[in-house]
Each structure stands twice: as structure tokens, then as C-alpha cells.
């Protein structure tokens, strides 16, 4: 595959300005709706993971995705005059979701986007890994968007125990090229896709160059012409997406 086919040049030099820390970060717990386990046919192009059957455990990593409490990447990136910068943090905080009489012990992940140095999302993204296959479900997120500091919607949120809604797998244990699958399916609200097309990449970033990367090429099944790629490193996780990349990985 010829690397203009990557959407990402492999060396990518990013100017960065560097700022404080977003303020103290925090978590608002809301109850889950306690439906019937629900089950989706994605179609025949799609991988099947056993959601049933499987056991989770809200700590754990794989090869591509790390969902240890500390742990935390940041992505920053200029276009177009804008500068954006999203730090990713697991948290020590859990949050229960419930599928009949199952609950699921799942991780909270805090996602804050700055723009130009101003807040403009913060995401509460709940994860599980199967202990059995290593794959990390996605069960669901609440957001806040913010204008000029306050709250004014919350667009995107869902949960994959309500109505019509299945969890989604954010990244499998064992990524195959060719592999297609839902990471999101919350029918009107979120319906992201992904196919892996790379797992040998190599991608250098201002926090290093990484080997034996995975690609996916994302889409939206309600709006089917976006594609974003993004990359993923071993060990790591999520080093580049859109027009940002990886300026800092570690625990803190």
C-alpha cells in the first residue's frame, strides 16, 4: 500500500504549544435503564463477537488498547489555524450497567477536546475487556459540550442497554486485516464502524516513531460517506487521527 493511501504521511512534524493541564476532572454517575439483553444482526461482512458468553473485567489491556487506571494519551494537532488537543484518561472510577439480570463492571474513560486552548467536549466512555478473547467492548458514553465555558448540549450520548442500542467492540484481541465490526451501535445516535486495513504500518510522531501499527478506516453507518482513519501502536494505543498525533503517552 503506497503511504498516500494512509491518509497520514509517515513522518508527520507537528507544531505543538504545550499548555496546562485541563482543571480537575470529574465524574457524574447516572443509573443505568436495566433492560433485556438485546441482540443485533450487523450482516454477513461483519465480525461476530460473543457477547453472551463472555466475561468481563473493567482492567486489562491488549496489543492496541490499554484500559489500566492512570493511563493516559494526548493527541494535538493544527489545521486551518485551529489547534486541537484531546487527552484520553482511564480513571480509577467505575460505572455498572445492567442487561437483564447481568451487570457489567465497566472502566471510565474521560476523553476532553480543547479548541484553541478552550474546552469544547468532554466524553465519559464506559469499557470492558473480555477475559476470554482480550476484545474491549464499548458500552456506551455520556457528553458534555461546552461554548464558552457552559454546558450546552449533549449530543452523542448513549447507552447500550437501552432500547434498540448493543454494545460495540472498540478494538478486538486478535485484529485481523480485513476484519470489519461495530464499535458503536445506538441506532440514530451512533452507529460507528471500523475495518482494519493495516497491521504493519510504521508512523513516526513527536512522542517517537512506532512499528507494526494497525490502520482502521472508520465510517458511520448513518452517513456513509465520512472515512476517517485512524492508527494505533502496540503498547500504546490511538497515536493519530484526522490531523492529530501523539505528543504524550504514559501513566501519570
Not at 474513560?109 to 469499557?127: A, D, M, P, R
Not at 445516535?189 to 504493519?200: T, Y
Request: glycine share 10%; charged share 20%.
Amino acid at each position: 500500500m503506497e503511504q498516500k493511501e494512509l491518509g497520514i504521511s509517515l513522518i508527520i512534524l507537528v507544531s505543538v504549544a504545550i499548555g496546562s493541564i485541563l482543571g480537575t476532572y470529574y465524574f457524574l454517575e447516572f443509573l443505568s435503564t436495566g433492560v433485556d439483553e438485546g441482540t443485533y444482526d450487523p450482516g454477513p461482512d461483519f465480525t461476530q463477537f460473543d457477547f453472551e458468553n463472555a466475561n468481563f473485567s473493567s482492567i486489562g489491556s491488549n496489543t492496541y488498547w490499554i484500559l489500566e487506571p492512570g493511563y493516559k494519551i494526548t493527541l494535538e494537532g493544527t489545521q486551518d489555524d485551529e489547534t486541537l488537543k484531546v487527552d484520553i484518561i482511564v480513571t480509577n472510577n467505575e460505572f455498572n450497567i445492567t442487561f437483564g439480570p447481568r451487570i457489567i463492571t465497566t472502566r471510565v474513560v474521560i476523553e476532553n477536546e480543547t479548541e484553541n486552548g478552550k474546552l469544547i467536549e468532554t466524553s465519559y466512555n464506559f469499557f470492558a475487556i473480555c477475559n476470554e478473547t482480550g476484545d474491549v467492548w464499548y458500552f456506551g458514553e455520556t457528553v458534555d459540550d461546552y461554548l464558552n465555558g457552559e454546558i450546552v448540549s449533549h449530543e452523542g450520548e448513549w447507552l447500550a442497554n437501552e432500547t434498540g442500542n448493543a454494545p460495540g467492540v472498540i478494538m478486538p484481541g486478535s485484529p485481523m486485516l480485513g476484519a470489519k465490526y461495530y464499535q458503536e451501535y445506538a441506532p440514530g445516535v451512533a452507529r460507528d464502524r471500523a475495518e482494519i486495513i493495516s497491521l504493519d504500518s510504521t508512523l513516526t510522531t513527536p512522542n517517537g516513531t512506532f512499528q507494526n501499527c494497525l490502520i482502521t478506516e472508520e465510517t458511520n453507518a448513518d452517513e456513509p460517506l465520512v472515512v476517517e482513519n485512524k492508527f494505533y501502536a502496540p503498547g500504546v494505543g490511538l497515536i493519530a487521527e484526522e490531523f492529530i498525533v501523539l505528543t504524550f503517552h504514559g501513566f501519570v
